[in-house]
């Protein structure tokens, strides 16, 4: 089981839609959670983090976690072309033996496609 | 605005070459992270470090060596390139300690050995 794993997608929505993006991980020890997007071509940006349960909401994304499932979203509101992306869930994985206590490990990714 | 910044966007080397990749962030981060980015692959860690002089093994470290003589720059060696490290190299900075807001990342370098 990889120790974190999205949607494989490609994931298409029309403009104006809700984009749900579904991140797992495997380790209940992990403690901080993280949303990044990349352009093609381009490096990610981060675009949300969440440490508690419950809901998060900055703009029109909201990125939501539920420990005891393990489950990880964002969701993207008025969906527009120029969020079409590739979405990268990253999770700070507990039970490593990290001197930092502060690597994080990816997702593959989930690309979405916001058509006009 | 801060930055993470990598010292070439595209780098064409031949096999067998000693190629460096340079990064250097002016944040004041301690860690500091080099990563591969491969279609299908996701991204890899490589090598990371949390403070001047000290480095950790990543997922696959084979083939590449790092330094960090100083604080903000973190330096990624292939000693012998070969043509399967062809591939997108992205440097990554962060603070130490959780929660540490996330990473940083370079603009990425992508390497090419032929």
Request: charged share 25%; with cysteine.
């Amino acid at each position: 089981q990889k120790e974190v794993e999205q949607n494989s997608g490609p994931l298409s929505v029309p403009e104006g839609a809700i984009a749900s993006l579904n991140c797992t991980y495997s380790d209940r020890g992990s403690q901080s959670f993280f949303w990044y997007r990349q352009y093609s071509g381009k490096s990610p940006e981060l675009i949300m983090f969440i440490y508690s349960n419950g809901d998060k909401e900055d703009g029109r994304f909201t990125a939501q976690l539920n420990k005891a499932s393990q489950y990880v979203s964002l969701l993207i509101r008025d969906s527009q072309p120029s969020d079409s992306a590739t979405y990268l869930c990253a999770v700070n994985i507990g039970r490593r033996r990290e001197t930092s206590g502060s690597r994080l490990t990816f997702g593959e990714g989930t690309q979405l496609t916001v058509n006009p | 605005d801060v930055k993470v910044t990598q010292s070439s966007r595209y780098l064409v080397k031949r096999t067998g070459e000693k190629v460096f990749l340079e990064c250097v962030q002016d944040m004041d981060h301690e860690n500091m992270f080099w990563y591969r980015q491969d279609p299908g692959l996701g991204l890899r860690l490589i090598y990371f470090s949390y403070d001047v002089k000290m480095k950790e093994k990543g997922d696959i470290p084979e083939g590449y060596s790092v330094s960090r003589e100083k604080k903000e720059r973190f330096s990624l060696i292939l000693e012998s390139a070969s043509t399967n490290q062809t591939s997108m190299y992205l440097c990554a900075s962060s603070f130490y300690g959780i929660p540490n807001y996330g990473y940083t990342f370079g603009s990425g370098t992508r390497l090419t050995v032929v």
